[in-house]
Every structure is written in structure tokens, then in C-alpha cells.
């Protein structure tokens, strides 16, 4: 399901390939993949492991460069950017939500959570400020000096998650953001970032093999050995939306 | 960034600490030894550098060391006064004998005789009794490190006496002497003195000390002396490094200390190599998410600079107060007496310590750099 117009949308993928080594080592992880992401709404990456959506993100996110293909995000076209700018690019525009959080085990919630604004060159004090008002929202206010071993894995994810949005990207990339978190934790998680989804300049991209979640996606992509193979657009009507509180949950 | 850098270092303070501690104990054993092998060797030089009021020294030409000066007749000061260019030679004895002390116990001892008039050669600090005394019958100095080998724990007592060569003499002074390379006890006499002390020989004299005509270059005077009298002149530290030399090249010292030194060079990069590598290993993930978030390599490469920085100069300057604390302490033990932390070793070891954590940083920077920001996704 490809949008007749490009414009306005998060992400355009088109004919995007990856291939991994050369000769007989190698090996075809993209084949041609067509996609829009658009903003205000939650997409889903779903499938098999090994079908291709990591590589996908990584190339959507800037972290891999395609073999083929065209790429928007947030109208650049960033295959063709420079090292530095797409540095730069990833820096202002995109929020990561790993599997593992990857938290810095030996900083402070709060700490971790203010990271993206240091590497932006923000003063410590700023950084904290928005930190803390961040972490607030998610529910970790009481929390926020507490080292990532001392939190539970779903409140380490929603560190992960303020750390992300702190900066205030336009695109949030998520790489399994539940697949470490039991049930409660995970509906948990992906409340908060169907809500982050909500906002209409905003667009989150979630890999998942998840099924518990796919209700919480705006967009289902289907994908299988490299191909997107089907787009589901779920009724919205039926899904659980953003009224829970989050800050309830600690 | 630097804030952040510094937080993940001393965040993990087990690491932090066992990083620092391996450098703190490269830097010990590195300094320690170089200070030591440094002591020791200029030890075998020592009754050069005190004596302070000749520039040349002259004696047989092929003498390879101090310790091994064969005598030379009298008639050789003639020839040597008769130079141009020397304003004034006298003549000096260096050798080994034997003391006997009063109760039987007997020690061996370096002996130093110094010309009778002028007084060339004689120390420069008394710990008790005045240098004038030297000139009183059967009068000898001995130094503060060799009275208290001869008489343990005994305060200094002026008057006492013991023999040489089966000659009575009297202690007059006790003076302050640089360790020689055997650790024997100094002794000062007058030459007279000597010629009382060791009547079978012939000749007692194995070298000359002389003073160059002011204004004259030491070395041009050195080669008109070699000229005229096919002796060997040398200037003060000429003759230090001909000596020490000698020690360098025909002992195992240089190859015993070096070693140790090596090791310690070793054994610090190894281990701080490899905390650190580790260190960098673990934080891999972290350092691949710092960099998808958008840190640069060139950060990346300043943040592993300034850890490394940290380290290296908390474990530096641990490791050289601890060496400046060790030699504190055995300066008081006659034996190291003179042995301390010098600013060469200093140096030389902050070189070495340099090129371990660069090093070390090399293999962590290599890591890094071609670390792939998508890893984070795996």
C-alpha cells in the first residue's frame, strides 16, 4: 500500500535493497522494499526473525546504508547525506528504543534520560531540567536518581523511551521495545508510545514479532524474506488509544 | 561529554580502581628500579663526582675504571705540573685495604689519600669534627654511612681507633661521602698518611689531580697533558662516564634492571591494556548507542582520550608518590643511602606510561571507531 503522494510523509521508502558480503558469502537481506510511514501514527514492523525489518529501520534510521533504492525521512533524502550530516540529522530528528535499552548502566536514570541533550551540546543544568520533566511524564518521577540495575525492565524500557523523546525527534525508532518485558510491562510501554505516536508531527516506527501489541499499531507491515508483503491498516475504532494514565504505572 | 565520558569511567569504580591501580603499580615498579639502577651505577662513579676542586683526572692509559688504577711513579706529577696549560697537579690514592676494628671484627674499606698541603680531594661536609683535623697524626675521616657499618647503632665518637694494615690510626672526623659502588665504608687520610700505611710499595700514587689554566678549554689541556707524558687525562665527567661505562657494558646489572623494567612496562600495559579493553567491550552496545544518537567518531575518540588521560594521571601520580614515599624510607637504610627518585626516572617512566595507555587506547579506539551504530539493533 503505497501513497499516491510523497508529501507530508515521514518516511518514503522506495525499491530499498540491502545485501550483506559478496560472492558466496552473500547475502540478500532487502529485496526492493516499498514504504510510507506516516506521522501522527504508530507503524508496525512485523515478521518472521531474519525477514528484514531491523535492517530496515537501521536504513530508515541512518545507521546502514542501502545497496539500492530511494529514501526519505522527514523530506531529506539521507542516502545521498554526508557522514557528518547524517550524524547531525540523526542527532535533531530520530529517538531510539532498543530491545535492551541500552541504558549506561552507570549513570542515573536521570542522567541516561538527559544524554541526547548533552551530545546536542545543552548544558548539564538544561539537560536535567528536561530530564526530569521527561521522566516525570512516563511515570518515573520518583525514580529518576536510581541506577538502570536498580529499576525493573519495564521501567527501564521507559527510561530507554524518555531518553528517546527527550530531544523531542520527529521520528521514534523502536527495535522490539516489549520483547524483554512481561505482558503488564509491555501493554505498559506501548501505551506510552502510541501516545507519543498521537502527536501529529511525530511518527513512530516499531519493530515488533510481538502479536500481543499489534492493537496498538495504526499501520501493520507485513514483512517476509526482505519484501513488505502486506500493509494492514486496523480499525481504529477497536484499538486501545492513549487514555491510560501513564504515570500511574511505576 | 567530557561529564559523561568521566561518569562512565567512575561509574564502574572496581574498574576505575583496578585501572588506575595497574598503572599505579607499573609506575612503582618501573621508577623504583630505573631510580635504583640510576643510583647504583652512578655509586660506581661517586669518588669522581666528590671531589669537587679538580677538573682533570690523570693516570695510566689504560686504566678502564676507577676501582682498577694502576700506580704511577712521582716523577709522572712533574711531568704533568710541567704542561702548559696546568695550573696546578697534585697527586691522590685510591684504593681497597682492610680495617681492623678493636674488638677483632675487621672490615674492608675504600681508602682516599689526599694530597698533604693543598688538600685537593678531601669531603666537603663533616658530620662531626673539622676538616683541619685530617692534618693531626695518624688522623682519618670516615663517612656518616661507613662509621655506622663499622660501629652499629654507636653514637660518633672522635679519638676512637683501629688499624690499617696493621697501623694504628685515629678517628678525627666523620664526614658526609656519595655510596660507593660496593656500599665499603670511605675512609679519608692524608698521602703521608698512606705512605705509613702501605711502606712496601714502591709507588702510591694512581692518579693526579690537576686544574687547567683559567680560561683554557679542559679538553685542549687534557690532550697536551696526554701528549707530554702518555698518561690518560680526563675531564671530571669525562672519567664519570668512561667509569660508568665500564660498569654498563661488563656487568649484568644493565640486563638485570632492564628486565625488571621491562617487566614493569609489561605488566602495566598488560594489565591496564586489558582492564581497559574490557572496560571498552563492555560498554560496546553503549558506545554503539551513543553513536546511533549521534555522537561522532571524533568524540567517540576524545572520550576514550580523556578516560585513558584520567586514568593514566591518577595511576601516574599514585605510582610516583609511592616511589617518593618507598625511597623516604629506605634513604635511612645505609644500603640505599643516596638511591632516590630522580627527575629522569620521572620522566623516562611518564614517557613509558604514556605509551602504555596510548597504546592501550589504540586497541579500545580501534574498537570503537569501526563499530557499527547499527549493532544496536542486534
Known sequence: MIAKTTEGLAVVCRQISKEFGSGETKTVALRGVDLDVFPGQMTLLVGQSGCGKTTLISIIAGLLNATSGSLSVLGEDIIGMSGTRLVQFRQKNIGFVFQQYNLLPTLTAIENAAVPLIIAGKSRRQAFEAAKAILSSVGLASRMHLLPNQLSGGQQQRVAIARALVHEPRLLVCDEPTAALDAQSGQTVMELLRRVALQPDRAVIVVTHDNRVFSFGDRIVHMDDGVVTNVEVPDRTTQPDSKVVLASHT | ?378
Open chain 2, 1 to 378: 561529554m567530557n561529564w559523561l565520558a568521566l561518569r562512565m569511567l567512575t561509574g564502574d569504580r572496581s574498574k576505575y580502581l583496578s585501572l588506575i591501580l595497574s598503572i599505579t603499580f607499573a609506575t612503582l615498579l618501573m621508577t623504583q628500579q630505573v631510580s635504583i639502577f640510576m643510583g647504583i651505577v652512578t655509586r660506581s662513579a661517586s669518588q669522581i663526582v666528590d671531589v669537587r676542586d679538580a677538573e682533570l683526572w690523570i693516570m695510566d692509559n689504560k686504566v678502564r675504571y676507577i676501582d682498577e688504577a694502576p700506580y704511577l711513579p712521582t716523577s709522572d706529577l712533574q711531568r704533568v705540573r710541567s704542561v702548559p696549560g696546568v695550573e696546578w697537579a697534585v697527586r691522590f690514592h685510591k684504593s681497597n685495604m682492610t680495617a681492623r676494628l678493636s674488638d677483632g671484627n675487621f672490615r674492608n674499606i675504600v681508602i682516599m689519600g689526599i694530597d698533604d698541603s693543598t688538600m685537593v680531594g678531601a669531603p666537603r661536609r663533616m658530620v662531626s669534627g673539622n676538616l683541619v683535623d685530617l692534618n693531626l697524626p695518624n688522623a682519618v675521616f670516615i663517612d656518616k654511612a661507613g662509621y655506622e657499618y663499622m660501629w652499629p647503632g654507636e653514637p660518633f665518637r672522635l679519638g676512637r681507633e683501629f688499624q690499617i694494615n696493621d697501623r694504628r690510626v685515629v678517628l678525627a672526623g666523620v664526614c658526609k661521602a656519595s655510596a660507593p659502588f660496593t656500599t665499603l665504608p670511605v675512609v679519608y687520610t692524608r698521602f703521608g698518611e698512606i705512605e705509613r700505611l702501605l711502606p712496601a710499595n714502591r709507588n702510591l700514587m694512581n692518579f693526579i689531580l690537576a686544574k687547567p689554566t683559567s680560561g683554557l678549554d679542559p679538553l685542549d689541556v687534557c690532550h697536551a697533558i696526554e701528549e707530554r707524558s702518555g698518561l690518560m687525562a680526563l675531564t671530571q665527567d669525562g672519567f664519570f662516564w668512561k667509569t660508568i661505562n665500564y660498569f654498563l657494558g661488563s656487568t649484568g646489572i644493565p640486563i638485570n634492571f632492564g628486565i625488571t623494567i621491562a617487566l614493569g612496562f609489561i605488566v602495566g600495559a598488560a594489565v591496564a591494556g586489558q582492564t581497559f579493553y574490557l572496560f571498552t567491550l563492555e560498554n560496546l552496545k553503549q558506545f554503539g548507542a551513543l553513536k546511533a544518537m549521534g555522537v561522532t567518531n571524533i568524540r567517540l575518540i576524545g572520550m576514550i582520550l580523556l578516560q585513558a588521560s584520567v586514568v593514566s594521571g591518577m595511576g601516574y601520580g599514585l605510582g610516583m608518590g609511592m616511589t617518593a614515599i618507598f625511597f623516604t624510607f629506605t634513604n635511612r637504610i645505609a644500603p640505599m643511602a643516596g638511591i632516590h627518585l630522580t627527575t629522569i626516572a620521572a620522566s623516562g617512566v611518564g614517557i613509558a606510561v604514556l605509551a602504555i595507555i596510548l597504546l592501550t587506547s589504540l586497541f579500545s579506539l580501534r574498537k570503537v571507531l569501526f563499530l557499527e551504530p547499527a549493532v544496536v539493533f542486534r
